[in-house]
């Protein structure tokens, strides 16, 4: 059984030991022996296939689940954070709800605190806890994180809540309690780019360590300094960003490949040996025919690693393809698409992107009639064939085995006039080994099952592929074996993605959808856009402080004002600078009894009064500019 422990004799800088930690289900072997330490300071990714174990290791560190043999080691004076890949809270609790009842580490802190104002027992040590978990300040940074992440509704309740909001609450709590150590597993998931952005950049400027799982790589490229890879039950660390992980990562897949031309080369040679000489005479016969085995196993590396060419033999897209006249579409009172007119041409690459809840998986389910429009026309083209990967996926019987799944599809593809592929050759493509083919399809992760959903389509050979978020859940080797075959794929593409790498690598232009039924095209893939809002908003940024310079300039001088202050004015504008002398002095004094302060109850006190001094400031000095404006 895995041992799980804090002592304190841990070097400083060291905040986790993972010792020869295995994992195996049933007689599925996830992982085994595996160990590696994570440094204070340390920004580290974990990348695997899916399936390999990446979330199960995870909550193996989080103490919970437990490892089947091994041991996993805290500094004694480390605070961890973990979000979960799928978080769960109960759905007849308002957000309000679960906020109070505890749910983060600082809300615990704060009720023993207030239990021994009362019972006045342990106070010192209460209060010592306060101040170690910035408790004192924990309304204010509540607030601020939620209005960051969009949570403005506390009085919804969980179970009305999208998968992104719901992702976006676990979020602001585990930010909230201000861990030394954040364990994230695929925390980009269900985030719009807003949201993706905003975590980036405030985990770049943290000085958090981190861990997680992610197969968002410009995050990873961003944010991570470290990269663990888990590949054949072996860890590789790369000290580098993403970037330097993939170049690493080709090299040794290179030297792999050289080393397997290599071994069939001899193979060959060993071959006619092996077929001109009775087996196993001697022991050194025998030691030859292992080694002969042996060189058969790495030969193979090269066969397995041969593409297959999807999309070469699709029906040919007609000069009609899809052509949407004035389509309107809203949901309860919220306008979703708004008169909208496009006609698609053969080739068209077309990312969407766009906050979540604005329409966009409902524009696909438009255009493929899965739902009608309130108003305006779809026509689809006769020779369109649409392979639809959907957010929900398809539900599998989950008794039948991984190749069997795909034959109820199609026992024998055919790609071309010469190319014909078995169930098991595409299986094998799609990065499940034989040895997976026969396991029922309820033993596959949830990464897995993705991927053989995304197998089901593309072996059907649609001309026109729409794709709503497929990268979720994916690994990325899946994806890159996915854009690579995006890139030269001949048919219409759509995709909607909060990945901005995906939908570099994949579409040349982009839906923008903004909300209240708009929408507007951009040729060119997210980077390009992203680059090109951020110079726009620079322009309307020295526009407005343009216009205010110039609205200072013109104004009339103090000798060529005309307006002259009333009596009633000037005794207002006399009042009003002892107001704000007055106003600055008391904030000045709370803000100083505020540092030494430790009853909670006079911190509530104080900081309501500096958030209505700051108010009446804002107003009186507002006021006062006005009046300032008028001569005597």
Known sequence: MQKYEKIHYLCIMNYLSVDNISKAFSDKLLFENISFGIEKGEKTALIAANGTGKSTMMRILVG????????????????????????????????????????????????RYEEALVNQVDLDKATAAMDVMQAWSYDLRLKQLLSTLEINDLSQKIGTLSG?????????????????????????????????????????????????????????????????????????????????????????????????????????????????????????????????YDLKEKARMIRDNTEIQFGLDMQRLGGKILEMKGVTKKWDNQVLLKDFDYIFKKGERIGIIGKNGVGKSTFLNMITGHEAPDSGTIVTGETVVYGYYTQGGIKFDENKTVIDTIRDIAEVVYYGK?????????????????????????????????????????????????????????????????????????????????????????????????????????????????????????????????????????RPKATERIKKRSFKEQREYEQLAIDIENLEKEKKELTSQLENQTDYQEIDRIGKRLTEINDLLDEKEMRWLELDEISI
């Open 164 to 292: 992104g909001q719901v992702k976006r609450l676990a979020l602001a709590l585990v930010l909230l309690d201000d861990p030394d150590m954040l364990f994230l597993d695929e925390p980009t998931n269900h985030l719009d780019m807003q949201m993706v952005e905003w975590l980036e950049n405030y985990l770049t400027q943290s000085n958090v360590t981190l861990f997680m799982v992610t197969h968002d790589r410009y995050f990873l490229d961003r944010v991570c300094n470290k990269i663990l890879e888990m590949y054949h039950g072996t860890i590789y660390t790369h000290n580098g960003n993403f970037d330097y992980y993939v170049r690493k990562s080709r090299e040794r897949e290179e030297n792999k490949r050289i080393a397997a031309e290599k071994a069939g080369q001899m193979m060959k040679h060993e071959l006619e040996w092996i077929r001109s000489t009775p087996q196993a005479r001697t022991g050194k016969a025998k030691a030859r025919i292992d080694a002969f």
């Open 418 to 554: 010469d190319m014909v592929y078995t169930a098991d050759k595409l299986l094998a493509h799609f990065m499940f080994p034989y040895s997976m083919h026969r396991q029922p399809v309820a033993l596959l992760s949830g990464g897995e099952k993705r991927r053989l959903y995304l197998l089901t389509i593309l072996i059907k050979n649609p001309n026109f592929l729409i794709l709503d978020e497929p990268t979720n859940d994916l690994d990325i080797l899946t994806l890159q074996k996915l854009e690579d075959f995006l890139q030269g794929y001949k048919g219409c593409l759509i995709v909607v993605s909060h990945d901005r790498y995906f939908l570099d690598q994949t579409v040349d232009q982009l839906f923008v959808f903004e909300g209240d039924g708009a929408v507007k095209g951009f040729m060119g893939n997210y980077s390009q856009y992203h680059d090109w809002l951020e110079e726009r908003n620079k322009e309307i940024h020295k526009a407005q402080v343009a216009e205010r310079v110039d609205t200072r300039e013109n």
């Open 64 to 111: 919970k689940e437990e490892a089947d043999g091994g041991k996993v080691t805290f500094n004694e004076n480390v605070r961890v954070g973990y979000l979960e890949q799928l978080p769960k809270f109960d759905p007849n609790l308002t957000i309000e709800d679960v906020i109070a009842t505890g749910h983060t580490d600082v809300m615990r802190v704060i009720k």
